[in-house]
T-cell receptor, first 114, second 111 residues
Framework: DSGVTQTPKHLITATGQRVTLRCSPR?????VYWYQQSLDQGLQFLIQ???????AKGNILERFSAQQFPDLHSELNLSSLELGDSALYFC?????????????FGPGTRLTVT | GQNIDQPTEMTATEGAIVQINCTYQ??????LFWYQQHAGEAPTFLSY????GLEEKGRFSSFLSRSKGYSYLLLKELQMKDSASYLC????????????FGTGTRLKVLA
């Protein structure tokens, strides 16, 4: 158990819908990272927040957005969902914001878009 | 462009040593990570290299050559539980900070 929690574990929704994935980092960690893992594209870095501020940005689609709240939990919002958005979404956390420290991954949320 | 290459699959025998290579072409290099991922599970951190050379941690070692854009993960005394995917990832600051992952190497350890 990494100490990072993600809800829900599974999510099934239809194309065009909007969903919110939630992540709580390990106690004391200030950084939260979001990743997408699909069978054909491997693990893709989406975005990092550090203490409420955006710190790093990967290939995150404009239909996707994230934020980190004062209590340090984070939410990833996915809108206008497409079939290709079906994937495993991981959240990870680390103690610092400089990106060079070990990241602890949560168990993931499996999103299925039908 | 930015690119990371790893072999897709490798097979080795229990008790043996295996080396998983990773080559990268990125700008703004700021370090290289190795992660282990068992099927259906989350990745777990193995190592981080930012300087050239070998870092040893128990049965696992990771090597980096920045001039050659090359890294390897060395696994010694292989165990069945080492059967997993091994992901190489580069942390870059080209334009903006981001992580670029290779597609992973699936290692099968045979008895």
């Amino acid at each position: 158990d990494s100490g990072v929690t993600q809800t829900p574990k599974h999510l099934i929704t239809a194309t065009g819908q909007r969903v919110t994935l939630r992540c709580s980092p390990r106690s004391g960690d200030l950084s939260v990272y979001w990743y997408q893992q699909s069978l054909d594209q491997g693990l893709q870095f989406l975005i990092q927040y550090y203490n409420g501020e955006e710190r790093a940005k990967g290939n995150i689609l404009e239909r996707f957005s994230a934020q980190q709240f004062p209590d340090l939990h984070s939410e990833l919002n996915l809108s206008s969902l497409e079939l290709g958005d079906s994937a495993l979404y991981f959240c990870a956390s680390s103690s610092t914001g400089d990106g060079t420290y070990e990241q602890y991954f949560g168990p993931g949320t499996r999103l299925t878009v039908t | 462009g930015q690119n990371i290459d790893q072999p897709t699959e490798m097979t080795a025998t229990e008790g043996a040593i295996v080396q998983i290579n990773c080559t990268y072409q990125t700008s703004g290099f700021n370090g290289l990570f190795w992660y282990q991922q068992h099927a259906g599970e989350a990745p777990t951190f193995l190592s981080y290299n930012v300087l050239d050379g070998l870092e040893e941690k128990g049965r696992f070692s990771s090597f980096l050559s920045r001039s050659k854009g090359y890294s390897y993960l060395l696994l010694k005394e292989l165990q069945m539980k080492d059967s997993a995917s091994y992901l190489c990832a580069v942390y870059t600051t080209s334009g903006t900070y981001k992580y670029i992952f290779g597609t992973g190497t699936r290692l099968k350890v045979l008895a």
